[in-house]
């Protein structure tokens, strides 16, 4: 799907467009199904080429995550514990926001920092802190170490792979599904892990 790749939204949307995706990926419950990673690695990638200047990619980008991450937490701050008991539609899934509370949960307030490398988790994660009554101070301490460490290793990593691998362009698309792939294994392990945990429970009453 055209609207999903990666080197067709860098291609076609150009700078400006990785920016307005990372900022509604971060922050907005709708956005959770944007290719964050993939998309700033791939970004990368480019301004290796000179399609555009990494510092203003790693800085603006860095910029979007962080605001998104501040409208998240907002939104969930005013809405409050009603998001949990609010009905699933096409853009909102329960299930989503279920998940970044376990995450928030076991891993508190270092959350904010972690769920930017975990896909769906990122999105959610603010607007949960917000729900909870995160300190804002607190928040935006984590906001800012989180969004800087997540742009800055993973478009700098593509700039870096593109400086040195001649023609990367040509294994552009297995090392993008190697991306999804790896973002993708915490999200895994945390859904398998509270099955696991949900079952040893029930075989506990039994």
Same mark, same amino acid.
């Given at each position: ?8 939204? $860098? ?139 997540? $742009? ?34 915490? $999200? ?19």
């Amino acid at each position: 799907m055209h609207l999903l790749d990666p080197e067709f939204l $860098v291609r076609t949307l150009g700078l400006i467009g990785v920016l307005a995706i990372v900022f509604a990926e971060s922050g907005l419950f709708f956005g959770f199904f944007l290719p964050g990673d993939s998309l700033l690695f791939t970004a990368g990638l480019f301004a290796s080429q000179g399609y555009f200047s990494i510092f203003l990619l790693i800085f603006g980008a860095m910029a979007a995550a962080i605001l998104g991450d501040n409208i998240g937490y907002a939104f969930g701050y005013r809405v409050g514990q009603t998001i949990y008991t609010r009905q699933d539609t096409f853009l909102f899934k329960k299930k989503h926001v279920e998940r970044a509370k376990v995450f928030y949960e076991k891993y508190g307030s270092k959350t904010i920092v972690l769920a930017r490398f975990v896909p769906i988790i990122r999105t959610f994660a603010p607007i949960v802190a917000g729900v909870g009554q995160m300190s804002y101070e607190k928040f935006l301490r984590y906001n800012i170490l989180g969004g800087a460490l997540w $742009v800055t290793i993973v478009a700098g990593s593509g700039f870096l792979l593109g400086t040195v691998v001649p023609n990367i362009d040509q294994y552009l698309l297995p090392i993008i599904v190697l991306i999804i792939v790896i973002s993708f294994l915490p $999200v895994i392990y945390e859904v398998i892990a509270e099955r696991m945990k949900k079952k040893k429970g029930d075989n506990s009453q039994n």
